[in-house]
């Protein structure tokens, strides 16, 4: 197997969707807290980045085994077209899935049983994504439970490795917390959306019923733009309540970028051409996002 061919396996194109809640919740934490356990933080991330290389490579296997289109499972399909040993796969799906978990079950060792709960949580999402006859990914639910897992979930845990002797379990922490994730969990979203709206008839072809299959190719745009506008209206309530500095502000500076973007994909929903449009809002979105707000806590730090 080759390196490109291993990048294209566990989509590493799209590694930044579990990258960048990441960081803002390491952004909150240093901001709202003052408080960061960078020890912690690397071990989550090493155990969050092989866990979600697992559920791509997963993902990918479950496809090709399940595959009742013969063009997309020989063609399509990574395994198929590149005639990857199944063996191979499932070595690699053993050795990520063990190497997290351990990591996993060490962080709540230190951390404490919040973290296994989540932890469960999470690694169940992942398994149902993608197993079974019935896959998350297949039904209506794969944004919601893409966005809320990726983008809320991964920003609480990160919140919380870098918080637990001070963290609190209520509603209103929580809730400031979701606010935080928003943008990140509406743009993960997204790019689930836009893979569904290029891949509608594929999808259907091998029995996926998908959101767009029921909502339409027009439904799933006007959710799509309206996601991206809820995304810029958090940022702003971050930086009004305090949650965020002022700085993060600066992501307005992208309404063109987006709306150019959101408005290629309207007009054409092409794997190939366009799906790319939702990977550009959400990677460079999510980058400046998460700089402006680094920036505006060197600036207070450094005033201070």
């Not at 490109?4 to 989509?11: A, H, I």
């Not at 390491?26 to 090493?46: E, K, Q």
């Amino acid at each position: 197997m080759t390196i490109p061919v291993f990048m294209e396996l566990v989509e590493m194109k799209a590694k930044i969707a579990s990258v960048l809640p990441c960081l803002i919740g390491v952004c909150f934490s240093w901001y709202y807290y003052s408080s960061i356990h960078w020890y912690l933080t690397i071990g989550f991330f090493i155990a969050m980045f092989l866990f979600n290389m697992f559920v791509d490579i997963w993902d990918n296997y479950n496809d090709y085994q399940h595959a009742d289109n013969d063009v997309y499972q020989q063609h399509t399909n990574i395994i198929g077209r590149e005639h990857l040993s199944l063996r191979t796969i499932r070595s690699l799906l053993i050795i990520f899935f063990v190497v997290a978990m351990v990591i996993g079950l060490a962080l709540v060792w230190v951390v404490g049983w919040p973290m296994l709960a989540m932890g469960v949580f999470c690694f169940a999402v992942g398994l149902a994504y993608s197993a079974g006859p019935r896959p998350l990914s297949s039904l209506p639910l794969g944004e919601l439970f893409s966005g809320f897992t990726m983008g809320f979930m991964i920003t609480l845990i990160c919140v919380y490795l870098n918080t637990y002797q001070m963290f609190t379990w209520d509603i209103a922490t929580l809730t400031k917390i979701f606010l935080i994730a928003l943008p990140n969990t509406l743009w993960i979203s997204n790019l689930m959306l836009a893979n569904n709206l290029c891949d509608k008839e594929e999808d259907e072809s091998n029995h996926r019923y998908t959101i767009v299959h029921y909502i339409g190719i027009k439904g799933g745009l006007y959710a799509f733009a309206s996601a991206n506008v809820l995304a810029l209206v958090a940022v702003v309530c971050q930086a009004m309540l305090g949650l965020a500095p002022y700085s993060v502000l600066l992501t307005l500076l992208l309404v063109p970028f987006i709306y150019h973007q959101t408005r290629l994909l309207w007009q054409r929903q092409v794997k190939r051409e366009t799906f790319i449009c939702a990977v550009r809002i959400l990677a460079v979105s999510s980058v400046v996002h998460a700089a402006t707000y680094c920036a505006g806590i060197i600036i207070n730090n450094w005033l201070e």
